[in-house]
């Protein structure tokens, strides 16, 4: 079947199952030339993509144990962050990292070792994770952990599946008072503004910027930042402080077309991007938002892949060093903006230390963007590419969908590491995604 | 308020699961029947720690009809709503084949589901309520060359779910008929199927969820089939025996 990732560039024909037991799933394993797992497709690109054999495990989705007194769930690889939520949150827990949206499996979420609003203070999915069982190329189940065969499980995570399908994992949950985020919002005129107020909010428990990324001169990289903080009972309202966990059902909206191309050119993203940090300049200060609108606003419409043709859109996502950060910000928005190809969503955030053999994450600056998957787009994201390698940066491998082999090895320097221990390992001619064969990994 | 149970026939399958997991969400507990039940201890804990909603587990095989009787007997508490998801497709060329393996496919989508809800409604009608659904198919509106054995089981299927909601209808009982077309599940695995014709279980779990709530009588699950076979049981006979369907 025609199979893609969630920003449906590219698309390849793919032979795809779902085994409905370890069993079968084993047999895949032991049969296949090679193959690779499929979560719930919200990669970006072609990393669970495997043309003769993706595995999804949409059937390997059971929750096996939860403690409530030290909050561990131990759960099968194919359940969702929102089913958690939706299990968990009524009794006073939450994922202790997040990412965008909760259409992602647990799976999916360790291969990719996401990250969310929090990483400067909790790091990545990482450290929220126990253990992982995850089936090796001769089908015997490993379980790795930070002690335990440390070095699959430091490749594991943000290891894009490609040391093994993975299979369960026990995470820890966040112990929390309501349903309730306490959001601050502050705009900030421009990039150093936007930095200079991350700098000084480290100590709140999530930061995130949306950042208009057409805005050149004065107002080059003006942002809103949004800090927020879980609310206690005594935040809300008498009256919701009674039901501290239930939030308003929302009405789900869905992209129910595909966009024409013409609906999103620089006219109506400039004009978006403008309106929507004026808006939000006219809200600072401090509201309580329920957690679905504030960690999973785009969940709300589904779909919304849609909105940028059938061609797809294609993400740029990339992460710069501490102390090069502003100096590549400032190349790369100056870039976008003379293009004029600007992107609804533009996210900036400020990332934390990270320890890991290929998780995304550095100490520093992240950029995220999406382009319509055009000729035009494509090429100025080479350029992007080269402005993030020439300031230290690297990419999120969840996002890519077009970067190149010698664009990955430039970028990072462990991607030759990973790949040595992969052949050791027997996982290269096992584990293999569109991706792994594009980037050589 | 304390919700009744509800019976899940077939809970191996597929479309059964959904359906458990669907009225498990609402508060219902579950009672998981099927071949091999204890293979659901797995299901069986994952519900119990998302919904918090008792699961119990009860061996049931829809072909041991003599059984039936006293596997209701068995049933820690009569249900109040019994979901009927079990078939079988078989491979219609085996069917032509062997006949043996063609009565398997008819005893399996006709005879074993009718006689456990038949036991199941006269005990709903003792009780003076209660609620039936049988997933049938809609391969069972007209029988066609390409699956017409499993076809017809599921056409006697759905005159006895018919026949049924006929006479229990005065005495507060419901039956519900239904038709999922195609469905993504393992029955259908490696088949190519039309996507926007393809429900996913999940679907077919929140429509008879909404159909037992509304009282309704036959459903498809996907409206586009109910214009399909629509046209599809309307073709003159002269015309529909040489078309391939």
Same mark, same amino acid.
């Given at each position: 079947m025609k199979l893609s990732g969630w920003g449906r560039y590219p698309v390849l024909e793919a032979r795809v199952y779902r085994p409905r037991s370890m069993d079968a799933l084993r047999d895949l394993v032991l049969s296949e030339p090679n193959l690779i797992a499929r979560g &719930? /497709? =919200?990669?970006?690109? +072609?990393?669970?993509? &495997? !043309?003769s054999a993706t595995i999804e !495990?949409?059937? %390997? @989705?059971r929750m096996i144990d939860f403690n409530p007194a030290s909050g561990q769930l131990v759960a099968e690889a194919g359940v969702l962050l929102g089913d958690i939520i939706t299990a968990f949150l009524p009794r006073g827990w939450f994922p202790m990292v997040t990412p965008? *949206?909760?259409?992602? !499996?647990l799976g999916g979420a360790i291969a990719a070792d996401v990250h969310g609003k929090n990483h400067h203070k909790d790091g990545s999915f990482r450290s929220c994770v126990d253990w992982v069982d995850v089936m090796g190329p001769d089908g015997a189940v490993r379980r790795c952990s930070p002690y335990d065969d440390a070095a699959l499980f430091d490749r594991t995570l943000g290891g894009m599946g490609l040391t093994g399908i993975n299979l369960r994992a026990a995470i820890r949950l966040r112990s929390v008072e309501t349903a309730w985020i306490r959001q601050t919002t502050i705009a900030a005129p421009n990039l150093k503004a936007a930095m200079a107020t991350f700098e000084t909010a480290q100590d709140a428990t999530y930061s995130v910027a949306w950042i208009?990324? %057409?805005? *050149?001169? !004065? @107002?080059?990289?003006r942002s809103l930042v949004m800090l927020g903080e879980h609310a206690v =009972? $005594? +935040? %809300?309202s008498p009256q919701k402080a009674q039901t501290p966990f239930r939030i308003k059902a929302k009405r789900k909206l869905s992209v129910p077309i595909d966009f024409p191309a013409? $609906?999103?050119n620089s006219l109506t993203v400039r004009a978006f991007n403008a309106l929507y940090y004026w808006a939000g300049a006219r809200k600072t200060g401090t509201q309580l938002v329920d957690w679905d609108s504030y960690f999973?606003?785009? +969940?709300?419409? %589904?779909?919304? @892949? =849609?909105?940028?043709? =059938?061609k797809g859109f294609a993400q740029f996502q990339c992460a710069l060093p501490l102390d090069r950060s502003e100096a590549g910000l400032t190349a790369l928005l100056a870039e976008i903006a003379t293009a /004029?190809?600007?992107?609804?969503l533009a996210v900036l955030k400020r990332f934390g230390k990270q320890d890991s #053999?290929?998780?995304?994450?550095?100490e520093g600056y992240t950029l995220a963007l999406d382009f319509p998957a055009m000729q035009k787009t494509l090429a100025l994201l080479e350029r992007l590419d080269q402005i993030t390698i020439a300031h230290g940066g690297r990419f999120y491998l969840a996002k890519d969908?077009?970067?190149?082999a010698a664009t990955l090895s430039a970028s990072d320097t462990r991607a030759a590491d990973f790949h040595a221990h992969r052949d050791s390992h027997g996982y290269t001619s096992r584990f293999r995604s569109a991706q792994s064969e594009r980037l050589d990994l | 308020m304390t919700k009744p149970p509800v019976l899940i026939l077939g809970a191996r399958s597929d479309i059964g699961k959904a359906v458990a997991h669907k009225f498990a969400t609402l508060g219902h507990p579950i009672q998981l029947a099927a071949? &091999?039940?204890?293979?659901l201890e797995a299901d069986k804990t994952d519900m119990e720690l998302r919904y918090g909603v008792s699961v119990s587990l009860h061996e049931f095989d829809a072909? *041991? *009809?003599?059984?039936h009787e006293a596997f209701v007997a068995g049933l820690p508490e009569l249900p109040r709503i019994a979901v009927c998801a079990v078939g079988l497709m078989g491979q219609q060329a085996e069917n032509e084949r062997d006949v043996a393996e063609a009565v398997r496919v008819m005893r399996s989508n006709y005879e074993g589901p009718a006689s456990i809800l038949a036991l199941l409604a006269n005990r709903f009608e003792e009780h003076g309520s209660g609620t039936l659904v049988g997933i049938s198919s809609?391969? /069972? +509106?007209r029988g066609r060359a390409t699956n017409y054995v499993y076809g017809s089981a599921k056409a006697g299927f759905t005159a006895f779910l018919s026949g049924l909601r006929n006479r229990l209808a005065k005495r507060g009982i419901h039956v519900v008929t239904v038709l999922?077309?195609?469905? #993504?599940t393992q029955m259908t695995e490696g088949m190519d199927l039309p996507a926007k014709l393809t429900a996913e279980p999940s679907e077919v779990a929140d429509a008879i969820a909404r159909a037992v709530e509304r009282k309704k009588d036959v459903i498809y699950v996907r409206t586009i089939w109910r214009l399909i076979m629509l046209i599809i049981r309307n073709i003159p006979e002269r015309i529909f025996k040489r078309m391939k369907v």
């Open positions: &719930n /497709g =919200r990669a970006y690109g +072609d990393s669970a993509i &495997n !043309t !495990t949409s059937y %390997l @989705n965008g *949206t909760k259409f992602v !499996t208009d990324c %057409l805005g *050149t001169g !004065t @107002n080059l990289g =009972r $005594a +935040d %809300l013409f $609906a999103l999973y606003p785009l +969940d709300a419409i %589904l779909g919304w @892949n =849609r909105i940028y043709g =059938r /004029g190809s600007g992107s609804f #053999a290929f998780s995304f994450p550095m969908s077009r970067m190149s | 071949r &091999n039940a204890s293979a072909l *041991t *009809t003599a059984m809609v391969a /069972g +509106d999922p077309g195609f469905v #993504a």
